[in-house]
Structure formats: C-alpha cells, structure tokens
C-alpha cells in the first residue's frame, strides 16, 4: 500500500496522487478476501490497530457486507449478546453522513446505560478510541466503515477528510462484491465524455454557466447533460451525482483538486 506521502503529511498535489493510488487500489480488489488484506494494511499504514466495516442489517450476518480485523474474542461476545442493538456507533452512523470520532459519541446524542456498557466492553477489548465513517446507500441497511486504536494514542485529527474519503471508497467496494455487482454483465452505466466533463466541473464547484463558458456550449445543454448523467445514476442531486460518479470511477480524487 502506497501510502507514505499521505502518512507524512504532503501537500497538494502529492498528497492528491497519493490518496488516490490508495483508492485506485481498493477499487481493484477483486474478493471480499483481497479487499480485507487492502484494509489491513491501509489500517495500520494510517497509525490504527483494528478496521471494521459492515451493513447494519438486522437480519442474519451473511446477508450483511462484514469485513473487519477486531479481535476475536470481541466479536464473539458481541455476536453472542446481541450488543448490535445496544452499539451507539451504529446508532450515531445514523445520524448524519460525515465522520466522527468516538469520543465525540457523547456530544453528538444522549447515551444510554446500556450504550455506556458496550463502549466500555469494547475498551476492555482493545478497542479504546477509533473514527468512523457513515455509509448509507437509499434501498439498503445502514452501514459505516470503522478505525479503531488498541491504546491510548492520539488520533490525528489532520486526517479526517482522507479517512472520510477512504471509508466510503472500501464501503462501496465491499457492498459491490458482496452482491456481485462488479461481475454483472455489462458492468456500471458510464457517462459519455461530455457527461463526465459537466460532471467533473461541478465536482470543481462550478456553476452551469461556468461550464458553459469552460466548454463553449451553452447554459442549457450543460443543464441537459447533467440531467442525462443523473438518470444514468439514478439520483437526482448534483451532490449524489458527484458522489456516485467518485465511487464508479469516473472521475478521480486528483482530478477535482488539480482543475
């Protein structure tokens, strides 16, 4: 895992191409095995102990996206005391889509004795402090992608919006080969090059006359372009077609920062 300018704290462009050789990485896993290993690494490379990363389904775990490294011994307990409906962490992943850290949980709703008691064995377990990264699909279960530390050592709080980024990334690389989609004949719907040119300008914050006057067209068939690329994602946001357009890879982290 290529990480090392990311872990040093490079700027700009650096940093960028970094971050999305990272991403470019988990994008190729090819089994919910070879994503595991990607994870591992990448977790330890970003100074955690644990990842965990999983559908908040209330059905059976193997109808669930379920990648983690947490200790053994934790996850049978949890499993077998049921302590999913008790974790403020699943509770809080559904509160909003940005991530936050555990010792935040407190500020951010009212904890429960019962939520009390699940943080603390999971302390007792190894899993003292940790970020988490919401991940909510529309149609799906809830889920979030987790970074834990087995001991008291600071969090870099620098490195929220690459661990937000990363997260989100592993979490739809998972949910894709737990469903085979990534195998589907076909593969994902892409963008025509016109498409992916509005798309990516929006991405840069630009307003539809602005890629109007970038590309030479008019207002108007920027707008009609955007609309055909929503339709294409099925969303109906230009935020969700940014996201969506990020996730399917068609167009890349580095190519937002470096206009």
């Known amino acids: 895992m290529n990480v090392e300018m990311i872990l040093a704290g490079a700027n700009g462009m650096c940093a960028a191409l970094a971050l999305e050789s990272a991403v470019r990485e988990i994008q190729a896993s090819g089994s919910e095995d070879h994503l595991t290993a990607i994870l591992r690494d990448l977790t330890h490379c970003l100074g955690f102990d644990y ?24 996850v049978e307990h949890y499993d077998q005391y049921a302590l999913a409906g008790a974790d403020p962490i699943r509770r809080a992943s559904r509160l909003g889509c940005h991530a936050f850290y555990w010792s935040e949980l407190s500020n951010m709703m009212c904890l429960t004795d019962d939520e009390n008691e699940t943080l603390r064995l ?23 992608c987790s970074f834990a530390k087995s001991n008291g050592a600071t969090i870099d709080h620098g490195r929220l919006a690459e661990l937000q ?13 737990g469903t085979g989609q990534v195998e589907r004949a076909g593969g994902p719907r892409h963008l025509t090059d016109r498409q992916r040119d ?8 630009k307003t539809d006359w602005e ?23 099925e969303v109906s946001k230009r935020t969700s077609l940014v996201v969506e357009a990020i996730l399917r890879g068609e167009i890349s982290p580095g190519e937002i920062q470096d206009p």
């Open 165 to 177: 980024l990363l997260g989100l990334f592993a979490f739809d690389r998972a949910r894709r080969l």
């Open 51 to 74: 990842f965990a990363l999983t559908q908040h389904s209330t059905g059976p775990t193997g109808e669930a996206v379920r990648l983690h490294s947490y200790p053994a011994d934790w």
């Open 198 to 205: 509005c798309v990516l300008w929006v991405a840069r914050g």
């Open 211 to 233: 890629i109007g006057k970038i590309l030479g067209v008019c207002e108007e068939t920027v707008a009609q372009h955007l609309k055909q690329a929503r339709e294409r994602f």
């Open 122 to 144: 999971g302390r007792a377990a190894g899993l003292i402090d940790g970020v988490t990264i919401p991940a909510n699909v529309p149609g799906e279960p809830a889920g979030s």
